[in-house]
C-alpha cells in the first residue's frame, strides 16, 4: 500500500499513481469481463469489483501539485479513475443488491 | 460557462451509448494492450495517455452494464 500522504519526487508520484492504475485497470477489466457474462454468482464479479476499487481509491489520494504537461495528464487521468471509481461503487452496489436477493431463502 | 460543463462524463458516455445502440453503431473500440508495467520515469506523459485511454474503456463498459 502507498504511503497516502503523496510526499515524494515528481517520477515518484507520477509511477505511483501509474501502478495504481495497472492494478485497478486489471481488477476491473477482470471484473467486467465476468459481469458481462452475466454470471449467476456474483461472488468473485464481487470481489474484484472491490479489490479494484482499493486501488482507484489508492490512485485517487495521491497527491498531485504540479505545473508542466506531467501533472496535467496526471490530473487528468485522476479524474478518469474518479469517474470509474464512481461508476464501479455504484455497479457493486446493484451486484451486492442482486447477490442479496439470491441469497434469500424464497428467492428460489 | 455553459449548461455543457455541469453534465457527468458518466451520462454523455451513457447518451452516446444509447445513440449509437439506437443507431445500430458499435461504439466499443479495441483498444491497445500496452506494457506498462516497466515504465520508466521518463515516459510519465506517453504512459499517463494510455492510462486515461484505458480509464475511458473501463466507464464505457460500466456504462454499458448499467443500461442492461
Not at chain 1, 15 to 29: E, M, P, T
Request: net charge negative; proline share 2%.
Amino acid at each position: 500500500m502507498w504511503n497516502l500522504t503523496g510526499k515524494g519526487s515528481s517520477s515518484d508520484i507520477f509511477n505511483r499513481q501509474q501502478q495504481c492504475h495497472i492494478k485497478a485497470y486489471g481488477l476491473v477489466s477482470r471484473a467486467l469481463k465476468l459481469d458481462e457474462q452475466n454470471l449467476k454468482d456474483k461472488s468473485l464479479v464481487i470481489d474484484l469489483y472491490s479489490e479494484g476499487i482499493k486501488e482507484l481509491e489508492s490512485g485517487i489520494s495521491i497527491q498531485i501539485e504540479g505545473i508542466g504537461e506531467s501533472y496535467e495528464k496526471a490530473k487528468r487521468l485522476q479524474e478518469k479513475m474518479r469517474t470509474t471509481l464512481q461508476m464501479a461503487r455504484d455497479r457493486l452496489i446493484i451486484l451486492k443488491g442482486v447477490s442479496d436477493l439470491h441469497n434469500l431463502p424464497l428467492a428460489d | 460557462q455553459t449548461t455543457t460543463t455541469s453534465v457527468p462524463q458518466n451520462d454523455v458516455d451513457f447518451l452516446m451509448q444509447q445513440v449509437a445502440d439506437e443507431a445500430g453503431i458499435e461504439l466499443n473500440m479495441e483498444l491497445p494492450q500496452g506494457n506498462t508495467s516497466t515504465l520508466a520515469p521518463s515516459v510519465a506523459v506517453g504512459a499517463s495517455t494510455q492510462a486515461s485511454t484505458e480509464q475511458d474503456e473501463l466507464t464505457q463498459r460500466l456504462a454499458r452494464l448499467r443500461q442492461m
